[in-house]
């Protein structure tokens, strides 16, 4: 639900926090203004415990809705896709809460992997999107989504409305059960990556095709496209294995992170650096970027104490 309410980080209003010299960072206030100075809290999320220890947060709190509805829609491509997000978002405005785009490939490894789920179609669409819209007022789903079918043209090919809380669920369990059917299947390499609107799907035909070029390999792209995050993963034809292929993972991930960084996206979308991506980070950042970062390690942990090794390579 970034698409609607933000990251993480966009949820809290203030922190409680321990540095790396004991010392208790208190910063709780419940305000949505407050100048007085740097945010030190922004500083600390999202840090992955490199500058200092989260030990409480102020959370901000939306009402829930009063009228959730979710609908599954198969489109030809990502691009029809972006198109209907554009459309949705002109309709329903904020209460576009979640749209999630996935592909064919992702139905037809929670067949191979979940054969117990209900599908939702006999021969999976190339690609789908699941919608969901959130309400403060009462209203019918089937009139919503017949007024989004009529507004739309021809970008919608076919579609599914829950009719019930239960429906809904179960839509949802497919969206939610893709990266446990990737685990089963094997990937050579995974991708967290995010990029603008407007270069997905160049990205998703170029990359494709570029990866194809190397091996005959199967590509599950999937992800919360109204945010542009996308999760690009690449598995071994059927009956091979992921350990067949280790020799292509250095190849592939450099590839791909190349062309998202020359379009302008991050290699890391909402999964963080961690240490495995240290290198890539190193590859990618801004310079300055990259030299402030380090400047306030060794400012707040100049002994290097607090989670060492992650996001930064340890200074010697």
């Known amino acids: 639900n970034v698409l609607r309410y933000g990251m993480a980080r966009d949820q809290v209003l203030g922190i409680e926090g321990v540095m790396a010299n004991g010392q208790i960072l208190n910063s709780l206030k419940r305000l949505r203004k407050d100048n007085t100075g740097y945010d030190l809290r922004h500083l600390l999320i999202g840090s992955e415990g490199s500058l200092g220890i989260i030990t409480a947060a102020s959370l901000k709190l939306v009402p829930r809705p009063k009228c959730e509805m ?45 054969p117990e789920f209900r599908q939702p179609w006999p021969n999976p669409p190339a690609w789908s999107v699941l919608l969901q819209l959130n309400f403060y007022e009462n209203k019918s789903a089937n009139l919503c989504f017949e007024y989004l079918y009529e507004s739309s043209g021809n970008l919608v090919l076919d579609g599914i409305i829950a009719q019930s809380l239960k429906e809904s669920k179960d839509l949802w369990k497919l969206r939610e059960t893709i990266p446990l059917a990737n685990k089963k299947i094997g990937a050579i390499c995974s991708h967290d990556i995010s990029l603008p609107l407007s270069e997905i799907d160049g990205f998703v035909a170029n990359m494709t095709f570029e990866i194809q070029e190397i091996e005959s390999l199967r590509l599950n792209c999937f992800g919360h496209l109204g945010d542009g995050n996308l999760h690009f993963n690449v598995f071994p034809p059927v009956g091979c294995s992921a350990r067949d292929y280790e020799h292509l993972r250095v190849e592939i991930y450099k590839r791909v992170h190349q062309r998202v960084h020359s379009l302008g996206g991050s290699i890391s979308a909402e999964h963080g650096i961690g240490r495995l991506k240290v290198n890539e980070l190193e590859k990618f950042a801004d310079g300055t970027k990259l030299n402030v970062m380090r400047t306030l390690k060794i400012a707040l942990d100049p002994n290097g104490i607090l989670n060492p090794g992650a996001v930064l390579r340890p200074q010697v």
């Open 70 to 114: 979710t609908t599954l829609l198969a489109v030809k491509d990502p691009a029809s896709a972006l198109q209907l997000l554009n459309v949705t978002q002109g309709l329903f405005g904020e209460s576009v809460s979640a749209f999630e785009l996935i592909s064919g490939q992702s139905l037809l490894f929670l067949s191979e992997t979940f």
